[in-house]
């Protein structure tokens, strides 16, 4: 596609629901990056693929939190056992390749109540 | 570790007046820096970059940043404040494959 679409928009979840949040990147980016962008704070780096490689996911702030992107293009973060401090923006973002821009997705509004 | 400083959570200026927002970071080599957007309910959108080569770094919407070396600041100004450029601004430096932002600067433009 055109841009990076992330899915869904927003998302309501009680407290100890598991939920998956999907991240289709720009067609042939090999990047891929999750963001996590608390209220009134900038976003933060949560783990990052180059394929269907996760090279890094020292932002990861639990167990709780996974990501994989078994084929190498979508991408799915899921978050068991949800907590309030859970509550978030989920970014994600798709780079053609080292040195290239970064585009973002609209993120998901995720809501635990 | 690569970081930024954005010195002011809140800018107000009123329409037509110049825009500076500032940022410092620390880098222990040679940084890639970055000014990103968000509007309210919308995606993050790249509004310039530097990559060592030009100083003075010109980007969308009439914006532009200077990279000062000796201050390690990379501010953002604008000569004239537009009513659509009221959004939140993010300053950003990478650190490896990783970018990492600022808290943000929340830029209000009165009429």
């Known amino acids: 596609g055109a841009g990076v679409s992330q899915s869904p928009r927003y998302k309501v979840a009680k407290r100890g629901q598991d939920v998956a949040l999907r991240c289709d990147p720009i067609s042939g980016h090999v990047s891929l990056f999750w963001y996590q962008q608390a209220l009134g704070q900038g976003p933060e780096f949560l783990t990052y693929f180059q394929n269907e490689a996760q090279l890094d996911k020292s932002g990861l702030p639990s167990d709780r939190f996974f990501a994989e992107r078994p084929e190498g293009s979508v991408s799915t973060l899921k978050i068991q056992r949800t907590q309030q401090e859970d509550s978030a923006v989920y970014l994600c973002?798709?780079?053609?390749?080292?040195?290239?821009?970064?585009?973002f997705g609209s993120g998901t509004r995720l809501t635990v109540v | 570790a690569q970081s930024v400083t954005q010195l002011d959570s809140h800018v107000s200026v009123s329409e037509g007046t110049p825009v500076l927002l500032r940022c410092n970071y620390s880098?222990?080599?040679?940084?890639?820096l970055f000014w990103y957007v968000q509007h309210p309910n919308k995606g993050l959108q790249l509004l310039l970059k530097y990559t060592s080569a030009a100083t003075l770094v010109k980007g969308i919407n009439g914006f532009e940043a200077e990279f000062k070396k000796s201050e390690t600041s990379f501010h953002l100004t604008k000569p004239s404040a537009h009513m659509s450029d009221a959004a939140e601004y993010f300053c950003?430096?990478?650190?490896?494959?990783?970018?990492?932002f600022g808290a943000g600067t929340i830029l209000r433009v009165k009429s």
């Open positions: 950003v430096v990478t650190s490896g494959n990783k970018l990492v």
């Open positions: 880098s222990s080599y040679s940084p890639s």
């Open positions: 973002a798709s780079i053609k390749g080292e040195g290239s821009g970064y585009t």
